[in-house]
């Protein structure tokens, strides 16, 4: 089944600086999801776009989806050390994954104070 | 408060030994989910639930087996034909199944450890 895969795998910033993350994927969706993981931690909820919507934000987060290019990107601003987790796109629905929940490999962000 | 509970926190099992992984839910969701976390690595699906009495194989079944004889539970059974079974595992619900644009709700994560 698909899955999302997600750019760069690691990335390290310091305090106050912008922080970008990517997903790509290959078939059509019904929504797009960010969530992120806090280490040895359950997934918290973060930001759901959906196919028909190209942007959208929630306090310091901006995740925009272009559906041509089959890809999302989620933009951490000023970011701070308790930003510091893993950050996971999922893919709901589309061509063989009608209500599955698919997640891609994830980003690790490290936030330097 | 309502939320998604997965117990025990920690797990250990010996080699041959079948175990089960606990997860209730009180948010009334009808869609429920299993997925496995290796180091490093994203979450794989195992099996999820659209509605009571049913469920489906994820990516991953193999070795692994469900029930959903409750709508507040979706019980894991780690078997001994699951030849790696050591890793996190997640237990997911949503409000309902297909194309209905929610977020899932995670619990805290079973950690299991084959001894």
Partial sequence: SQQGEEDPQALSIQEGENATMNCSYKTSINNLQWYRQN??????????????????????????????????????????????????????????????????????????? | DGGITQSPKYLFRKEGQNVTLSCEQNLNHDAMYWYRQDPGQGLRLIYYSQIVNDFQKGDIAEGYSVSREKKESFPLTVTSAQKNPTAFYLCASSIAWGPMNTEAFFGQGTRLTVV
Avoid: M, W
Wanted: glycine residues 12%; contains cysteine; charged residues 20%.
């Fill in chain 1, 39 to 113: 280490s040895g931690r359950g997934l918290v909820h973060l930001i759901l776009i959906r196919s028909n919507e190209r942007e959208k934000h929630s306090g310091r987060l901006r995740v925009t989806l272009d559906t041509s290019k089959k890809s999302s990107s989620l933009l951490i601003t000023a970011s701070r050390a308790a930003d510091t987790a893993s950050y996971f796109c999922a893919l709901e629905g589309g061509s063989g994954n009608t209500g599955k929940l698919i997640f891609g490999q994830g980003t690790t962000l490290q936030v330097k104070p």
